[in-house]
Each structure stands twice: as structure tokens, then as C-alpha cells.
């Protein structure tokens, strides 16, 4: 599953090699991307995506959620869970700064008792403000939520559909991250983590690394916070 924001430069290649991955462990797979208010042109690149894999493939795996206008980071990701039929649900950034090829260092640490495989970044490819932002952000999260995993905020995940059948998420922002990681730990499911790669950004821009966005980041994780750390509201 991909969440997709301007991301025309690096979607096909990325949507390519995660299928490629893919097939190498079983032939019921789907391709979920969430369009989450995308420039028109954008928008065009997912539909010629959608038209040369039914093409190659004589029948289309590729489903496109379109959000008309921009919900969020985590407002994609809600859709893109909603929308994914299939038994493990994987997913990154259309930013290329993953490999999907590295699915395979997922699928092969997930185990019966784990629910979800999270990554966690080798080395962090980034300019030095953003790797320092990231790791006082990181640091916070962990204390403030009590998590042991080492990268919380990560976007290389598998995770198994049937959590959600607990794990409800209402995050609209990037703090969905938190969220999710938070409600699975509190379900009492097994957490499993594995070293990925992380690459320079090659297109789109960056989302977060403003100030407007910085300060509702804060306030939004200091509201999660008093909701599942001080009110104990996990499931609403």
C-alpha cells in the first residue's frame, strides 16, 4: 500500500519492484495506492500506472483510492488499511526513500506470533536538521509513550490485516505513526524489527519539515499523549 502525494516521479518504479518482490512468496497480492489530493498531473501518472500493469498483466491488481482533497499523512494511511483485503498489509512512502525490494527482510522475519514487522533506518540519508529533528522526535515518542522499538516513526511496515479488527486508528497526521505502533504494543501483540535502507529523497518534497507543520505535529502528539497515556482512550 502506498499513501501518494505528488510522488509522479518515483510511483511506477517503486509500485514495479514491490510486485516483483512480491510474486517470488505468493500470487494473491493487490496494489493499493492512495491518492491523497494530488495535482492533476499526478493524479494522470497513477491512471497510465493502473493502464500498463492491466496491460502486462491482462487483468489490473492496482486499486486507487482517490481523496479529492488533501486528508493527511494519516488520513491516507486509514484509507489505504480500510481498502487492503489481503491477509499482511505492507506499506511505505512513494518518495523512494525505501527499497521495496527489502519487503523480502519483512516477510521473512514475520513469524506466527508476530503481528507486525517493523523497519528501522540502517542509516539515515537526510540532510543533518532533519536527522536531528528526527532523533529528538524519536527519543520523545519513546519516552513519552513508553515504546521499546527503535525507529517509531519508520514507514516500512507489515503488518497483519487482522489487527485492525482491534487496533482502530483516528490520526489525520503524521502522528498516526505513533498511534499505531502505541495500540498494537497496548493489544499486547508481538512487535518484530528488522535494519532497512534509507536513500535520498529523489522526488517530491518533503511534508513535514516546516514550521506550521512542526508546531501542529507537537501539539498533535501532545494530544495523543493525554488521550492513550493520561485517559487510557485506546478504542476511540
Not at 523480502?104 to 508476530?114: A, C
Not at 497496548?186 to 512542526?214: C, D, M
Request: with cysteine; glycine share 6%; proline share 3%.
Amino acid at each position: 500500500m502506498f499513501p501518494f502525494l505528488n510522488d509522479w516521479g518515483t510511483v511506477g518504479s517503486l509500485v514495479a519492484l514491490a510486485v516483483e518482490t512480491v510474486k517470488k512468496y505468493t500470487d494473491d497480492w493487490e496494489v493499493v495506492i492512495v491518492n491523497d489530493g494530488s495535482k492533476p498531473k499526478d493524479r494522470e501518472a497513477l491512471g497510465m500506472i493502473s493502464k500498463e500493469f492491466r496491460i502486462m498483466n491482462n487483468e489490473s491488481r492496482i486499486k486507487i483510492i482517490d481523496h479529492e482533497k488533501n486528508r493527511g499523512y494519516g488520513g491516507a494511511l486509514r484509507s489505504g488499511f480500510a481498502a487492503a483485503k489481503k491477509d499482511l498489509v505492507f506499506y511505505t512512502d512513494c518518495d523512494a526513500q525505501y527499497d521495496p525490494r527489502e519487503i523480502s527482510l519483512l516477510i521473512e522475519k514475520l513469524r506466527p506470533d508476530v503481528a507486525m514487522v517493523n523497519g528501522y533506518k540502517i542509516k539515515r540519508n537526510d540532510p543533518v536538521y532533519r536527522i536531528w529533528a528526527g532523533r529528538i522526535y524519536h527519543h520523545l515518542v519513546r519516552m513519552a509513550f513508553d515504546l521499546s522499538i527503535r525507529d517509531t516513526d519508520c514507514d516500512f511496515r507489515l503488518i497483519r490485516r487482522e489487527v485492525f479488527k482491534k487496533v482502530k486508528l483516528f490520526e489525520n497526521t503524521g502522528t498516526i505513526c505513533t498511534e499505531l505502533v502505541t495500540k498494537i504494543d497496548h493489544e499486547g501483540y508481538k512487535i518484530a524489527e528488522v535494519p532497512v535502507h534509507h536513500f535520498w529523497r529523489t522526488s517530491g518534497k518533503s511534508q513535514f519539515f516546516n514550521f506550521r507543520r512542526l508546531y501542529n505535529t507537537g501539539t498533535n502528539l501532545l494530544r495523543l499523549w493525554w488521550k492513550l497515556r493520561v485517559k487510557k482512550e485506546y478504542y476511540n
